[in-house]
């Protein structure tokens, strides 16, 4: 979750830089800036996964041992402890918070920016052609965030801890971003959308 929270993120930067600086994209997003930066949060990423892991071995399982999910999750782990879970609750909160939260923030300030730019364009269809480009990326963001958003939200921190929801979740969090991606990305390439309309229409028509 942190890896592809993180690279949307990266994106939306790839977008601001694009669309404000549309004369120094070249310069400033050049492969090595954007291999660091993509180094750098992956590591990230990772090191905080990693130290999130290790304060679990503080932890003791003296009851059952059943997770309730069917991918790596954190809070179905930690909850079956029978001594105190304390830090480990302020740590998840903590991480999603800043897993989460963090990129989130980075993109809506990014847009925020973007659309100062973009309505600052004199020509329509320059506005038009600027807010199409990021148009596949607004619906990923939206796809991989709500349910999450929905699950930290209630769970962390009103401490509900509903197992269905929240399987269902982040089972919708962790599959359609990927199976959306490849379909909407697609749909910019001019013939595919033309094919797509075409048999869209003749559908319609029978």
């Not at 052609?129 to 209630?154: D, M, N, Q, S, W």
């Amino acid at each position: 979750m942190g890896l592809e929270s993180f690279a949307l993120a990266i994106l939306a930067y790839d977008r601001l830089i694009a669309i404000c600086f549309p004369l120094r994209q070249n310069s400033i997003n050049t492969l090595r800036s954007m291999s660091c930066i993509v180094g750098l949060t992956s590591y990230f990423a990772l090191g905080i996964n990693a130290f999130a892991i290790g304060i679990m071995t503080r932890l003791s399982f003296c009851s059952s041992l059943n997770v309730f999910s069917y991918f790596c999750d954190y809070l179905p782990v930690f909850i079956l402890a029978c001594n105190d879970n304390t830090l480990q609750w302020s740590v998840g909160s903590s991480l999603s918070v800043l897993i989460l939260g963090g990129p989130l923030t980075f993109i809506f300030l990014s847009y925020v920016s973007i659309l100062v730019t973009v309505f600052r364009m004199k020509s329509l269809d320059s506005r038009v052609k600027a807010l199409a480009t990021c148009v596949e990326h607004l619906i990923v963001v939206g796809v991989f965030y709500i349910p999450l958003l929905l699950i930290f939200t209630v769970e962390y921190f009103l401490k509900l801890l509903e197992q269905d929801p929240r399987v269902l979740s982040l089972s919708l969090a962790s599959c359609i971003p990927p199976c959306v991606n490849p379909i909407v990305y697609s749909l910019k390439t001019k013939e595919i959308k033309t094919r797509a309309l075409d048999t869209n229409h003749r559908i319609i028509l029978r």
